[in-house]
């Protein structure tokens, strides 16, 4: 039996994830806080996510462990959300990495979210995974400590892959969608100075890369999940009009979205900070993008 492990599988991604892979293993298993059942062909299992229980007899026929869980970071940055934003990624790593090693079969891939965040604010700078600079800040403290959680566990006959996930744009979820609403209601111009980079991926561009690096043994280590082509803020924003049809857009300074992410409950790190990274490992690997502009990307999707 060929088994998928996702962990975290219930959020957006995860059950992008589940849908995408239906066809492609022959049973997929969700790790899941709430109840065990099966539904949408897929069997949930209860998990907590920080201690080993009867969920860990999975792995021992296992292919694939996908893990994308974490408490969202789409809230106000209060010392108890980031103790749950981090402990929540950190746990859920480290348990699954003791669940690997115990067990007398392992997975022979594990892949985990990570994030492009990690990288330092930038502007011209473009960051592959060779050369790119580390940041500093709660988010980039979040994903050091992530991707080294996963990569303490000793698993040898596992590989591993830290997927560095730029914003991944889609239809029914994700950061697409208030930015159009936005735009929808007369709030599409830039957003701070407008010439922060956007680094962004295609849902389904995300999808079949983490088909690619399943399937190419070579890959491994850190790996940038992002569209080859980044663009600024201003950018993007022309962009979203332009498919909506919107000529104007009323422009959202620094001062405003502080504003308006307090009284929505999140923080605008997500519109001001310059994400400017390129997917050097998979391009040089052979995959191939479907969406490599955004504005092939926003017409298939808006």
Known sequence: MKKLIIAGGSGFLGKEIATYFASKFTAIVILTRGATETKNGCRYVTWDGKTLGPWKEEFASCEVLINMAGRSVDCRYTPKNKKLILDSRVAATRILGDAIAQSPCPPKVWINSSTATIYRHALTQQMTEETGEIGTGFSVAVAKAWEEAFYESTTPNTRKVALRTSIVLATHGG????????????????????????????????????????ENDNLTGVVNCVAPETVT?????????????????????????????????????????????????????????????????LKDLI
Request: proline share 5%; glycine share 8%; aromatic share 10%.
């Open 175 to 214: 950061a697409l969608v208030p930015i159009v609403k936005l735009a929808k209601i007369g709030f599409g111009g830039t957003q701070g100075k407008g010439n922060q980079q956007f680094s962004w991926i295609h849902c389904a561009d995300f999808l079949e890369s983490i088909n690619f690096i399943i």
């Open 233 to 297: 803020n201003a950018i993007l924003m022309k962009s979203i009009r332009k498919q909506l049809n919107i000529p104007f857009g009323i422009p959202l300074p620094k001062f405003l979205l502080e504003i308006g992410a307090k009284i929505i409950q999140t923080e605008t790190e997500l519109i001001l900070k310059s994400r400017n990274v390129l997917p050097q490992k998979l391009t040089d690997a052979g995959f191939k993008f479907k969406y490599t502009t955004i504005e092939s990307a």
